[in-house]
């Protein structure tokens, strides 16, 4: 498993990855600000010390003779040295170092000395690391021959064992806090991981307790306002499949409702055939037959159709308008001579390219055509139009028919709604496939009355670019 895919498997897993090796590099951070720390405050609490001692040493100088003496504080250095647990040295000199006491090779300070300012750092004295602090005054009066001022310098030494076990301490019990506070964090850390996940494991448990036919919402009122999002993208699946199961539902019902009377009709008419036998009286049951079998046919290929355009994935892909529309003019021109209908085309480009479902649009077109040119009536007109902006395509079907009423206009499109006026036989699909298909490629259809107020004009409003 790809190291990506193994962390994003576990939430959990991937917040311990993430998290403790952070908590270790803060950890480490720490132990290393520990050291400084602590050799800041062995330095600082030694140095004061060891200025003590240098203080000590400068106020036992003196010049009065002419030469420079030093009453050495040897219980003093006594002390300081047993404070220290180590060895201690001292240097007491003219800053020419014509006069010097003391040891003489102490290192000298890396940086220039100003009056009345101790100077601490560390160095090293006969092959042991030290801890040197220096001092430099004026010397009041200047040594016998000097005619200018005269500074004196003053160093005190000790080796390191003291200190560097001060700063141990000190480093050891910074380590200890600092080790158990990482426990009790990681510790903390994991439980609150195990805790926040438990609305996640109770949110699995609710939907792995629903049954298959449950397609009620999520209650989303205890949900984390992190889990909200998680929980509306359920709910808004749950609904799709709901609408989905109803789509099915009401397909069924659709098809019980509209097959049961043509079959029912079909079987009578079979049977009265089967009784007849002047062969005279059988033509008319047999055209009566094919007639109503030609009708089921159509109504089961709508009702498939509507099944495919409520369901099916959406599938766009590149189309000429014009090319769609000369077709269905061939195809449907034969009907509409038969019914003495005068069909045409209005489309003013030449080319008209669209993303669309090339099958779904001819059905929708085809079922506009097929009603229009059915209850237009002989010596009427029906137009199939086109046209185009930047972002929509428009297809339209026209006629100068009946027509039908303003009351009727705004249930036009429904399923199986068909006019007061209709006689002829249908199913009241055509429209709703239209419909359906508008929908589906993100469009509308816009049933309204025909130029100056008679016939029908029906009009599929889709986006040019549509992307499924």
């Excluded at 800053?95 to 090779?105: A, N, T």
């Excluded at 669209?354 to 009536?377: K, M, P, T, V």
């Excluded at 009351?407 to 199913?427: D, I, K, M, N, V």
């Excluded at 993100?442 to 100056?452: C, K, Q």
Aim: include cysteine.
């Amino acid at each position: 498993m790809k190291p990506a895919r193994w962390l994003r498997a576990s939430i959990r897993r991937a917040l311990l990855v993430v998290l403790i090796p952070g908590m270790l590099l803060v950890f480490s951070a720490e132990l290393w600000l520990a050291w400084r720390t602590a050799s800041d405050a062995a330095d600082a609490a030694y140095d004061r010390s060891l200025l003590g001692a240098v203080k000590s040493i400068d106020s036992s100088i003196s010049t009065a003779s002419g030469g420079l003496g030093v009453e050495l504080p040897y219980r003093m250095l006594e002390f300081f040295e047993l404070t220290a647990q180590g060895k201690v040295y001292y240097r007491v000199a003219t800053e020419d170092g014509l006069v010097e006491i003391g040891s003489p090779e102490l290192p000298p300070p890396p940086e220039p000395l100003r009056t009345g300012v101790p100077q601490f750092f560390d160095g090293a004295y006969l092959g042991e690391a030290v801890r040197v602090g220096s001092y430099a005054r004026e010397l009041t009066p200047p040594l016998t021959g000097e005619a200018g001022s005269q500074r004196v310098v003053i160093q005190v030494a000790e080796t390191l064992e003291a200190r560097n076990e001060f700063r141990g301490r000190l480093v050891l019990q910074s380590v200890a806090r600092d080790f158990f506070l990482v426990v009790f964090a990681s510790a903390l850390f994991g439980l609150t991981v195990a805790w926040a996940m438990r609305p996640l494991a109770r949110l699995r448990q609710d939907v792995e307790a629903r049954s298959p036919q449950d397609l009620t919402p999520m209650n989303s009122d205890d949900v984390p306002a992190e889990l909200l999002p998680l929980v509306g993208a359920i709910n808004h699946h749950v609904a799709r499949n709901r609408e989905q199961s109803e789509q099915q539902r009401r397909f069924v019902d659709d098809a019980s409702h509209q097959l049961r009377t043509p079959l029912t009709t079909l079987a009578t008419q079979v049977a009265y055939a089967l009784r007849e036998d002047n062969p005279n009286h059988l033509r008319p049951v047999v055209e009566d037959i094919r007639l109503q079998l030609d009708e089921t046919i159509r109504q089961t290929n709508q009702m498939l159709a509507m099944a495919k355009a409520d369901s099916a994935p959406p599938a766009p892909e590149p189309l000429d308008a014009v090319v769609m529309a000369e077709d269905l003019m061939r195809r449907w021109w034969p009907v509409a001579r038969l019914h003495g209908v005068d069909l045409g085309l209005h489309a003013p480009m030449s080319r008209l390219a669209f993303r669309g479902e090339a099958a779904l649009l001819n059905e929708a077109l085809s079922n506009l055509l097929h009603n229009a040119i059915r209850h237009a009536g002989e010596g009427s007109h029906v137009t199939l139009a086109l046209a185009a902006d930047e972002a929509r395509l428009r297809l339209s079907v026209t006629d100068d028919g009946p027509g039908m009423p303003p009351e009727e206009l705004q249930r036009a499109g429904e399923r199986f709604f068909r006019g007061g006026g209709q006689q002829l036989p249908g199913s009241g699909l055509g429209l709703s496939i239209a419909r359906s298909v508008a929908q589906r490629h993100g469009g509308a259809l816009r049933v309204m009355p025909g130029p100056e107020g008679r016939g029908l004009c029906v009009e599929l409003d889709l986006p040019i670019d549509f992307k499924g």
